[in-house]
């Protein structure tokens, strides 16, 4: 089953504007990442954030996390025609053992 | 640094028969997934070696599936027989550990489409 809940499925802006996704949760978790996937390719990693952070960037992303909360929210800014992808969180949950879960994604596209 | 490579890139077949995926792990990466990936969803992990052991395969639908990883290098999956439900992109990732929140590097896929 998936822990994370992404939203909104869907997003189209146009180039310059911010993105922000939203990521929800089931499960107390150890750390909570964001992968971007581009049409037809593997997953990429962009940013991890542990369960005692609240904030961290990494150049035009901002990431939360409210684990009062079970959520997370990923802020592009400044966003440019090469962003358009899928982004998918994906937590470090026990499940009888730690284990990485997906969410289902926000489909990002940017219009230039 | 090569990355994690995968073949085949596609590969079409009819339903009851058998198919079998290969994947090249980044060198030194001691930990390997599998993920199913179905069109529209996060990806779903079916399969996790430790080295050539098994960590997890909770997932795994172990009467059509089977992965192995001899000598804690390659991997293969394999489906046999498919099913009309098994078309997706299969993932192979590594890491260069197990441990939470380790960085997992994903290879570009195998796209299955079962007829």
Known sequence: ?????????????QEGENATMNCSYKTSINNLQWYRQNSGRGLVHLILIRSNE???????LRVTLDTSKKSSSLL???????DTASYFCATDAWTGGFKTIFGAG???FVKA | EAGVAQSPR???IEKRQSVAFWCNPISGHATLYWY????GQGPKLLIQFQNNGV?????????RFSAERLKGVDSTLKIQPAKLEDSAVYLCA??????????????PGTRLLVL
Not at chain 2, 94 to 107: A, D, P
């Open chain 1, 1 to 13: 089953s998936q822990q994370g809940e992404e939203d909104p499925q869907a997003l189209s802006i």
């Open chain 1, 54 to 60: 609240r904030e961290k960037h990494s150049g035009r």
């Open chain 1, 76 to 82: 592009i800014t400044a966003s440019r025609a090469a």
């Open chain 1, 106 to 108: 926000t489909r990002l």
């Open chain 2, 10 to 12: 596609y590969k079409i």
């Open chain 2, 36 to 39: 199913q990936q179905i069109l």
């Open chain 2, 55 to 63: 960590v997890d395969d909770s997932q795994l639908p172990k009467d």
């Open chain 2, 94 to 107: 590594s890491s260069l550990v197990q441990g939470v929140g380790e960085t997992q590097y994903f290879g």
